[in-house]
């Protein structure tokens, strides 16, 4: 059984992919690793490595010592926080980028995952259905650094044939663990606020569609993508992925179905010029086409297992 690297083990989306792995390969094949401890359940199922990716030597005693194969590289600054401070997230976004694709050339890995995200499009993309090929200008450090990355994951498949592979993430929600310091962070507050207090106070506006996925179908998604044949995988920089689109009001509205006086107010921050920024909706046509990818969860669906779930934890 092949040997898998999680590096950002601890984070929103490493705290769900780690399990759905090592559910998959095995525990004692799926290695997890951050520079901070993880959930409990991620801890006792398997091996966890204290690892920070800016540490190129460290990375690769892990990957030595544990006869890695493919490493799944998820550690980031995301895009709220990065806004606050860009250099150095620029230099853990890109350079921890750089070290893996660097290990995966010199120990000749087998398989490397990098998650991009739709915050490589920027003001002058179509905001609507966005096409997998269109205009790329990011104004945040987030999407810049992402679409960088995007350019050097093509690259190095390019001249050094290293397999990697790569998804343009939309905002993910999911109740594992809460997201950090992102523009969708929203979209998961909300219910932890409408469980708690019957309120929120949302950072965007009313009408502010973003796309979003629950975090089960981004697990799927990555790992169906890992799995596909190398042949089917034609594009090398990263794959647009769509689940649904929705705006604050939309959201709440939902929620009320379920909570009846939940109350939503508004006041935007600096979050939402990124969110303007960005596209409203997705087109993955070429995900679909290249190795099959269907989403499978609608707002509906993911409402009321958000809330069922966050209501469980807090209890
Ligand atoms: C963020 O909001 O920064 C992320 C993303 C869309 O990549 N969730």
Known sequence: MKKILVIGASGQIGSDLVIELRKRFGNENTIASDIRLASDEIMSSGTFETLNVLEKDNLINVCKKYNIQEI??????????????????????????????????????????????????????????????????????????????????????????????????????????????????????????????????????????????????????????????????????????AGISFNPKEIANEIKKHITDFKITYKEDFRQAIANSWPKSIDDSVAKKDWGWQHKYNLAEMTKIMLKEIAKKLS
């Open 72 to 241: 799944y590289h998820l550690a980031a600054i995301l895009s709220g926080n990065a806004e606050k401070n860009p250099l150095k997230s620029w230099e853990i976004n890109m350079q921890g980028l750089l070290n893996v694709l660097e290990v995966a050339k010199e120990l000749s890995l087998n398989k490397i995952f990098w998650p991009s995200s739709i915050a490589v499009f920027g003001p002058s993309t179509t905001k609507t259905n966005t096409p997998q090929f269109d205009i790329m200008d990011p104004n945040t450090v987030y999407g810049i650094s992402k679409l960088a990355g995007e350019r050097w994951c093509e690259y190095f498949y390019e001249k050094f044939n290293v397999d990697v592979r790569s998804l343009r993430y939309p905002g993910l929600i999911s109740y594992k663990a809460e997201a950090g310091g992102g523009t969708t962070d929203y979209a998961v507050e909300i219910f932890y606020e409408a469980i708690k207090n019957k309120k929120y106070e949302c950072f965007l506006s009313a009408e502010t569609s973003l796309p979003m996925m629950y975090m089960e179908d981004a697990i799927n998604a990555t790992i169906e993508l890992m799995e596909a044949d190398k042949q089917k995988i034609k594009i090398r920089s990263s794959y647009n992925l």
